[in-house]
Structures are given as structure tokens and as C-alpha cells.
């Protein structure tokens, strides 16, 4: 929730789609409607977690960006094995939680747009 809450603060138009457990994921992911311009996807998501997610289904072209709180090297590791175009550790600070999400959008979903910072 607290990323839909800096989304809306950022300074570009985002379409924002929350699926609260991995099989959420796993269906919104096999609608075929469904084209999601980014992915981010934290690997303490339940039911399904997200290095399980990860190793289940393919993403194609579309970016997915790891945003966890886990600074576990081997885990790293096996998300840029699966794919993930990168893995970013959740700051606690509010306001660089704030321009990371930003940025992680401005990269990888919209990189000419710019984000207002906090």
C-alpha cells in the first residue's frame, strides 16, 4: 500500500495493479489482457512467494524489479539468474523509499518520465 501511496505522489501517470498473495500474481499474470509495463514484485509475498513466482513463470519482455527487504546475497543471486532486471533493497527511510520507487518506475516502466521527490 505504501507504494500505491508514492505512486500517486510521483509526477507520472502509472496504472497500478496489486496482487496481494502469488496466486493473485499467478492469475493476474495468466490473463492474457493483462500487459504490465513493469513488474515489482517483493519475494515475502504469501501463499506463493516470490522467488517461487519467479521460478514458475516466464515474463518475456516485461521488466521485473525485485524490491525486498532481504539482503540475502544468494537470493540476489538466483532472481538475476531467473530474470529480474535488478534487485533493490527496501530503504526504511520514507523519503528514499519514496525515490527509489520513483526511480525503479522512471527506469524500468517509464524512463522518459521524471518523478517529483518527497
Do not use: Y
Request: proline share 5%; net charge neutral; hydrophobic share 45%.
Amino acid at each position: 500500500m505504501l507504494v500505491r501511496q508514492v505512486l500517486n505522489d510521483c509526477s507520472v501517470l502509472v496504472n497500478l495493479h496489486i496482487a496481494r498473495h502469488g496466486e493473485q500474481a499467478i492469475s493476474m499474470l495468466a490473463d492474457a489482457q493483462f500487459k504490465p509495463a513493469l513488474i515489482i514484485l517483493d519475494l515475502n509475498i504469501p501463499r506463493i512467494s516470490g522467488l517461487a513466482l519467479l521460478e514458475r513463470r516466464e515474463f518475456g519482455k516485461t521488466p521485473v524489479v525485485v524490491f525486498t527487504s532481504s539482503s540475502n546475497p544468494a537470493e540476489k543471486e538466483r532472481c538475476i539468474a531467473l530474470g529480474v532486471r535488478e534487485v533493490v533493497l527496501k530503504p526504511m527511510d520514507l523519503g528514499e523509499f519514496s525515490e527509489t520507487v520513483c526511480r525503479i518506475v522512471r527506469t524500468w516502466a517509464i524512463p522518459e518520465a521524471t518523478c517529483a521527490r518527497s
